[in-house]
Nanobody, 121 residues
Framework: QVQLVESGGGLVQAGGSLRLSCATSARTFSNYEMGWYRQPPGKDREERELVASIMGRGGGTGYADSVKGRFTVNLDTAKNALYLQMNNLTPEGTAIYYC???????????WGRGTQVVVSS
């Protein structure tokens, strides 16, 4: 497993932006599928929803329909960090955001501890 530490959460007004960071102990990324998940208030761990994902090999990305056009995921291999740029936030974006890495060959999953995002209306 890899170590993941999220940061960048906070309180923002609707329409505002935040950039989340996920620092990782991983040093090579081609064997990982990486993603940002969120857990809204009142939801269980099993109800975390995928927000955005990126493949370490090829860099292909995917987004939940609810965030397409507003959120951007990217990987900075020089800084060993995954990012999520969130623009035009809505109150529905209030959640704990988690970074998740999964090895594509062995399906070993690592989670960070999350960072809280609160979007006020």
């Amino acid at each position: 497993q890899v170590q993941l530490v999220e940061s960048g959460g906070g309180l923002v007004q609707a329409g505002g932006s935040l950039r989340l960071s996920c620092a990782t102990s991983a040093r090579t990324f081609s064997n990982y599928e990486m993603g940002w998940y969120r857990q809204p208030p009142g939801k269980d761990r099993e109800e975390r929803e995928l927000v955005a994902s990126i493949m370490g090999r090829g860099g292909g990305t995917g987004y939940a329909d609810s965030v397409k056009g507003r959120f951007t995921v990217n990987l900075d291999t020089a800084k060993n960090a995954l990012y999520l740029q969130m623009n035009n936030l809505t109150p529905e974006g209030t959640a704990i955001y988690y970074c998740r890495f999964e090895t594509t060959t062995t399906q070993v999953v690592s989670w960070g501890r999350g960072t809280q995002v609160v979007v006020s209306s």
